[in-house]
C-alpha cells in the first residue's frame, strides 16, 4: 500500500561504489548527501543530521578501509558505527523493584504504553502495576483501568480526585505490594508552564527510578525543543517511541536521545498490550535509513 | 554582466540561486515541510527565477524570497471554503465524519466544534465511531455531557458504520443540523482498518470529511494524508496542537497532498480552542514575518 521508497536512492548511491577499493572525496560526497537526505525525511533533527553527515564524511576520508573491503562497505560501517554510538544499547531496565514515571506531548501513547509496559514486567515474572494520575483528559481514568485489565495488572486511580500529585501518592501506597509501579502521566507539551510544573511536582512526589518520554514516531522537529524542556523539568532517562506500526521513521526519538544524553527503552507496534519490545539499535537504524539489514552488512567488514 | 549593469538589470543564472535554494530547503525541512513537497517548491521557485531580469539593486536572496512566499501560499490557498457558510447552506442535516490517525485529537475537535456550531446557533449531535479504543466511549461521552449534546454510541466492538448511522437518522428524526461522527484512529498501514473507513464513508456518504492531524507531525503527514485521501477523500484539514509548534510545515505537506483547504487549527485542550485557519498568516509564520 504505502511505498516505501526511502533509501533506494541512498543503496543506488552505495552500489556505484561497491567495485572500488579507493574512495574519492567526490564519491563521499554523493554518498554523505544520500544520507543527509534519509536522516531528514526520517525526521532527525536537521542540526544533527549536517554534524552527523560531517563526522562521517571525514571518517570516510581519513580512515584507510580495512584490506579487502570495498569503498562502499567501508562508508556503510562508518555511518552504521555514527549512528550505534548515538543512540547506544536499550535503556537498561533492571528485573527488580522499581517505579517509572511516563511524560510527553498530548496523545503520543502514554496511556496505552503504561499498560503495555506492565504487561511486559508481568511476563518477565514482576508484580506490575498502573497509576493514573490524568485528572484532566475525559474519559482517562476508564482508558487506563481497561487497558490496565486487558495487560490483567492491578491499576490505581481516582476519578473522583482532582489533584494528580495526591493520586500518584495515594496509588503508590495502595499498590504497595506490586513490584513495579508505573506512572502514567497526563498528556503536556513545552509550552505550557503549569503543566510542566504539575509533573515536576508529580515526579517529587513519586521519586521514580526511571523517567521515561513517550514520542511519537512521526513527530517532526519540534522532537528536539519538546526533549530538552522534559529533560529540565524531570530528567529524561529513556525514551519510548510508539506508533511505528504505520510509515514514520521516528527519527525525533534520534533528537531527543541525543538531547538528552538518554537512551531508548520500548518500542510501541500496535494498540493492543503485546504491541512492545525492547528497543534494538541495529533494526531501529536500518528503518531510520531505509535499507534492510545493516548491522549485517557491516558484520561482514 | 556589462550590459545588464547598463540597464540596471542583472539575470539571474542556476548558480547565483543554488545557494539561497539550499537555504531555503534546509529552512523548509526545519519547519517540517515533507522533502519531496519542499523540492517541488522550489523546483517552482528556480524555474520562475532562473533567466529573469531583476534590478540589481534588488538583493537576489530577497527575490528568492518573495517567489517563496508566492510559492508557498499557491500550495497553501488550495479551494479555501468558509466552514460556517457552508454549514448554513448546506441540506440538513450536514453530517461531517473526522478521520485520522490515532491520538491527532479528533475527539477534542468535535467537541470543540459542537461548542463552535452552538455558539453560532446550530445544534449537533455526536457520534461515536470509535468502538475500538478502551475508554473512547467514556471519553466522549463525558465531553457530550458537559456541552450538553445528544450522544449515539453502540457497545465497543460494534460496527462504526451503524452508529454513525443511527446519528443521522436521529438526527433527521429531531432536526437537528449536524451530525458530527468520530471514528477509530488508526494508522494508514492498517488494510482493515482503512478498508472499514472506506466502507463508512460509502454508506454513510458525508458531507464533509475532515482529516485532524497534528502540526507537530514530521516528514509521515504526507503519506497519512494521502491514505486517508484515497481511502475516504478528504474536503478539508483540521491541524492540531498549534499551541506546541510554531512551524506549521505540516500544513503545507497536507494541502498539497490533499488539494484542500485547511479549515481550522486547535490550540489548547479547551473547547474555544480552535482558530480559523488563515493562510497569510501561516506562511507569513514559516517565512518569518509574524
Ligand atoms: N497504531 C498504534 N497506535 C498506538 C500506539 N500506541 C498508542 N496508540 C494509539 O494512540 C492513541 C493515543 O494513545 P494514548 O495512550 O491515549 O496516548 P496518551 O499519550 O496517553 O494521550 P493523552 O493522555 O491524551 O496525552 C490511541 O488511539 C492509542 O490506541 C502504537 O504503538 N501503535
Ligand atoms: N495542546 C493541545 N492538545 C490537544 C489539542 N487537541 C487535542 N489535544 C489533546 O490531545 C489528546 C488526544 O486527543 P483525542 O481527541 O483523544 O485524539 P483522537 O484523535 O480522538 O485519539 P484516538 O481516538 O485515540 O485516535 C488529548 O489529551 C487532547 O486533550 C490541541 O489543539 N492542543
Ligand atoms: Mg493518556
Ligand atoms: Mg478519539
Do not use: C
Not at chain 2, 273 to 283: A, G, I, N, Q, R
Request: proline share 3%; charged share 30%; aromatic share 4%.
Amino acid at each position: 500500500m504505502v511505498l516505501d521508497d526511502l533509501g533506494s536512492s541512498l543503496r543506488g548511491t552505495l552500489d556505484k561504489l561497491r567495485g572500488k577499493s579507493r574512495i574519492s572525496e567526490e564519491d563521499v560526497d554523493e554518498v554523505v548527501k544520500e544520507i543527509q537526505r534519509s536522516l531528514l525525511q526520517a525526521d532527525v533533527d536537521t542540526s544533527l543530521v549536517m554534524e552527523l553527515s560531517d563526522d562521517i564524511s571525514s571518517r570516510a576520508l581519513d580512515e584507510e578501509p580495512p584490506g579487502g573491503t570495498t569503498a562502499r562497505d567501508h562508508v556503510l560501517r562508518i555511518v552504521y558505527e555514527e549512528l550505534v554510538d548515538l543512540v547506544g544499547e536499550s535503556t537498561e531496565l533492571p528485573l527488580e523493584e522499581q517505579t517509572i514515571l511516563l511524560a510527553g506531548l498530548q496523545g503520543s501513547g502514554k496511556t496505552t504504553t503504561a499498560a503495555k509496559m506492565a504487561w511486559w514486567f508481568s511476563k518477565k515474572g514482576l508484580r506490575p502495576a498502573v497509576i493514573q494520575t490524568d485528572t484532566f483528559r475525559p474519559g482517562a481514568y476508564d482508558q487506563a483501568k481497561q487497558m490496565a485489565d486487558s495487560a490483567e495488572v492491578s491499576f490505581y486511580g481516582d476519578p473522583d480526585e482532582s489533584d494528580p500529585v495526591a493520586i500518584a501518592r495515594d496509588g503508590l501506597e495502595a499498590t504497595s505490594d506490586a513490584e513495579v509501579h508505573i506512572v502514567d502521566t497526563a498528556g503536556r507539551h513545552a509550552l505550557e508552564d503549569d503543566l510542566i510544573d504539575e509533573i515536576e511536582d508529580i515526579e517529587d512526589a513519586v521519586d521514580p527510578d526511571r523517567r521515561l518520554l513517550v514520542l511519537d514516531a512521526a513527530i517532526g522537529q519540534g522532537a528536539k525543543e519538546q526533549a530538552q524542556r522534559f529533560d529540565d523539568a524531570i530528567g529524561i532517562d529513556g525514551v519510548v517511541i510508539t506508533k511505528l506500526d504505520g510509515t514514520a521513521k521516528g527519527g525525533g526519538a534520534l533528537t531527543a536521545v541525543n538531547e538528552t544524553e538518554s537512551t531508548i527503552a520500548f518500542l510501541g507496534s500496535g494498540e493492543t498490550v503485546k504491541d512492545i519490545e525492547r528497543f534494538e539499535p541495529s533494526g531501529f537504524i536500518s528503518r531510520l535509513l531505509g535499507m534492510g539489514d545493516l548491522k549485517q552488512l557491516t558484520e561482514r567488514v | 554582466k556589462a550590459k545588464s549593469l547598463a540597464t540596471g538589470k542583472v539575470i539571474l543564472d542556476e548558480d547565483d540561486l543554488e545557494e539561497p535554494l539550499w537555504d531555503l530547503e534546509m529552512a523548509l525541512l526545519e519547519s517540517d515541510v515533507e522533502m519531496s513537497v519542499a523540492e517541488e517548491i522550489l523546483d517552482t521557485i528556480e524555474a520562475d527565477l532562473t533567466g529573469e531580469r531583476r534590478g540589481f539593486t534588488e538583493q537576489t536572496e530577497n527575490i528568492v524570497t518573495a517567489a517563496l512566499r508566492d510559492a508557498l501560499l499557491e500550495v497553501i490557498d488550495v479551494g479555501q471554503f468558509d466552514f460556517d457558510e457552508h454549514v448554513a447552506a448546506s441540506e440538513k442535516p450536514v453530517v461531517i465524519v473526522f478521520t485520522g490517525v490515532n491520538g491527532v485529537g479528533k475527539t477534542t475537535t468535535i467537541a470543540k466544534l459542537a461548542k463552535y456550531l452552538d455558539d453560532r446557533g446550530y445544534s449537533s449531535v455526536l457520534a461515536n465511531g470509535d468502538t475500538y479504543r478502551a475508554g473512547a466511549n467514556e471519553q466522549i461521552q463525558e465531553h457530550a455531557e458537559r456541552l450538553d449534546k445528544k450522544l449515539i454510541s453502540h457497545e465497543r466492538g460494534g460496527d462504526p458504520t451503524a452508529v454513525i448511522y443511527d446519528a443521522v437518522e436521529y438526527a433527521e428524526a429531531n432536526d437537528v443540523d449536524v451530525v458530527l461522527g468520530d471514528t477509530a484512529g488508526r494508522l494508514h498501514t492498517s488494510n482493515d482498518l482503512m478498508a472499514q473507513l472506506e466502507k463508512l464513508d460509502r454508506i454513510v456518504d458525508p458531507d464533509l470529511t475532515i482529516f485532524v492531524d497534528e502540526a507537530v507531525a514530521g516528514q509521515d503527514a504526507v503519506n497519512r494524508a494521502k491514505e486517508f485521501d484515497s481511502a475516504a477523500s478528504i474536503d478539508g484539514t483540521i491541524l492540531t496542537m498549534a499551541d506546541a509548534d510554531a512551524q506549521g510545515g505540516a500544513a503545507i505537506s497536507i494541502s498539497y497532498v490533499t488539494g484542500k483547504p485547511i479549515l481550522f487549527l486547535g490550540t489548547g485542550q479547551t473547547y474555544d480552542d480552535l482558530e480559523k485557519f488563515d493562510p497569510e498568516t501561516l506562511v507569513d509564520d514559516l517565512l518569518g514575518e509574524a
